[in-house]
Structures are given as structure tokens and as C-alpha cells.
């Protein structure tokens, strides 16, 4: 056996066996199939899994040509990538978290265990500018000011703030490791006048002044029972990020209670909820909810303009 400066063991034989990038991949994607690991951070099979990993090693861009992966391997080279790889296997720590990066609507961004691993469905709609939700009679440069409660990395409000060039987004979140995570990437894009990250309980900080044109919100919204059964690799996740109390709504209920106080009256909310969708429906009978469409993957984001959330929850049919 062999080790290296991580304390990780492997075969020493590999080193000789393993002669190229591609090598590394098969074998990778072999063993990450053996092991059982779970994807959902970014990918969804082990060959895709195997290759951020080998390219981060090699410090190769994702569009790297797949000639350059048939180079022979330096042994030094080959240790990073074994490393990688049993940590993913033993430890059973998602690759956005080995790699600290990963990309949400076209965009890289930092990531550590410290904020969730972008992946939200609701990218799928930015990139969409939420046409027609978002009337163009009414916004020809597009929304003016935008809320992204439960930031996180700053992925949602980065992501927006590009897609709308002319809007200033509060990002908020109840986490100061989550707010110092999310403050790199924004600066790192540039974006330190546009974007202001906020530290807040959703609305309660007094910076968090609306009224919106649009709120968009990522929540913890995992009930009980899904966090109980939930795969290894998400126990390396903030659980502040997830966890949504016993049906999910916790933070969704006082979201659709309160926001309708921050939104202009042609404003509109989009919320993602996945799962608790049910649970959504059973306790809000009367706001009708416009379930988005989804095509590029994920589920369950609905959106819901201002004067339904007030009529509603004013009492009003």
C-alpha cells in the first residue's frame, strides 16, 4: 500500500496500472459505481462525477479537449487524483466540496461546506428572465430591485443580477458563514454595487426595505422524514439549508405569510419547495399556485404574483 500527504491509502499498483487521464476516469467511474455513491451535487452518473474530479486534478477547464486526457500522468499527478477520488468514496463528500467550485445558470462559483451545493431548478427560469411572469410592457429594462431570500452562496442573486443588468438584488440569509461565502462571489463577479448581502431572518433585518418586483427564494424545505433518509452525501451540507421542520414549511409558510408585504402590486414570488409541494397545497388551498414548468430537470417551484398573496391571506376569496 501507498499513501500520500492526505493520509489517504491506495494500491500501490495503480500507479503503474494507471498510465492517463482517461485511465483515472474509467477506474474512477468504476469505483464510484462499485461503492454505491450518491450524485445529486452537479451530476447525476459516476463517468461525469469521475471527470470533474480528474479535471480539477489536472487543473484542466470543464470544455477541456478529451485529447489532452490521454497524456501519460505524472506520479504526481496521479496522487491528487487518487486522493480525490477516496475522499469521494470513504468520506463520502460531494465533488463540489473537493473541488470548491461549482456552476449554477452558466456561472462558477466558490463553495465550501459552509452553504449548500448550488443546484436549484429555478436557474432554469433566470435564464428565462421568468417570460411572460415578468411583463415587458411593465419592466422594459426588467425588474428594478429584487429580494433572493436564503442566498446561500449568492448563486440565485449573481445569477440574477446578470440576467437583469439594470436591477439592485438584496440577497439575505440567516447564516454569517453562508453571507461571507456569498460575498466572495460577489465580488468576484463585480458585482459589490448591485448586490447587497444581507445577514437577516428572511425579512426581519431593516436593511431588507421593499417593495420588490420580485422576490425569488431557495428555502430549507425538507421535512423530517426525507431529512432521516437523506443520502451520506448531504449530512456535509449546512443543515440550516435544508432542514424545514416536520412538513417542510417552516420557512415557507412565513415566506408566503409575509412577502406579500414586500412586493410592489404587479410583483411576483417564486419559491421553490420540491417535495413539500403537498403539504404546500393542503395548507394554502386558496392562493392559486402556477406550478413552472421544468425542463431541464428538478421540481416543484411555484410562482405567485403580489395581489393573490394579499387577498388571500387578508381574508379576501
Not at 27 to 33: K, L, V
Amino acid at each position: 500500500m501507498i499513501g500520500n500527504k492526505a493520509s489517504v491509502i491506495y494500491p500501490a499498483e495503480l500507479l503503474d496500472v494507471l498510465e492517463t487521464g482517461w485511465d483515472f476516469v474509467r477506474w474512477g467511474t468504476s469505483r464510484f459505481n462499485e461503492s454505491g455513491i450518491f450524485f445529486g451535487h452537479g451530476t447525476d452518473n459516476a463517468l461525469d462525477e469521475a471527470l470533474v474530479l480528474v479535471r480539477h486534478a489536472l487543473y484542466l477547464p470543464p470544455d477541456v479537449p478529451h485529447q489532452l486526457l490521454q497524456g501519460r500522468l505524472s506520479e504526481g499527478e496521479k496522487h491528487a487524483i487518487l486522493t480525490l477520488f477516496l475522499r469521494r468514496v470513504e468520506k463520502r463528500i460531494p465533488a463540489a466540496y473537493l473541488t470548491r467550485e461549482a456552476w449554477f445558470a452558466g456561472i462558477k462559483l466558490y463553495v465550501d461546506e459552509r452553504v449548500l451545493i448550488p443546484r436549484s431548478p429555478i436557474a432554469e427560469w433566470i435564464e428565462l428572465g421568468f417570460s411572460p411572469w415578468i411583463d415587458q410592457e411593465l419592466y422594459p429594462d426588467g425588474p428594478g430591485r429584487i429580494l433572493d431570500l436564503g442566498t446561500g452562496s449568492g448563486c440565485i442573486a449573481i445569477a440574477l443580477a446578470l440576467a437583469f443588468p439594470n436591477a439592485r438584488i438584496d440577497a439575505v440569509d440567516i447564516s454569517s458563514d453562508a453571507i461571507a461565502v456569498a460575498k466572495r462571489n460577489v465580488l468576484d463577479y463585480g458585482l459589490g454595487e448591485r448586490v447587497h448581502v444581507i445577514e437577516s431572518d428572511l425579512f426581519t433585518a431593516q436593511d431588507v426595505l421593499g417593495p420588490y418586483d420580485l422576490i425569488v427564494s431557495n428555502p430549507p424545505y425538507v421535512d423530517a422524514e426525507e431529512i432521516s433518509a437523506m443520502p451520506a452525501e448531504y449530512r456535509h451540507e449546512p443543515s440550516v439549508g435544508l432542514v424545514g421542520g416536520q412538513d417542510g414549511l417552516t420557512c415557507v409558510r412565513t415566506i408566503l405569510h409575509q412577502a406579500g408585504g414586500f412586493l410592489t402590486s404587479d410583483g411576483i414570488l417564486v419559491v421553490e419547495v420540491g417535495a413539500s409541494r403537498f403539504a404546500l397545497e393542503r395548507e394554502f388551498p386558496d392562493i392559486p399556485l402556477v406550478w413552472l414548468d421544468l425542463a431541464l430537470g428538478g421540481e416543484n417551484v411555484c410562482l405567485i404574483n403580489a395581489q393573490d398573496l394579499c387577498n388571500v391571506l387578508n381574508g379576501q376569496k
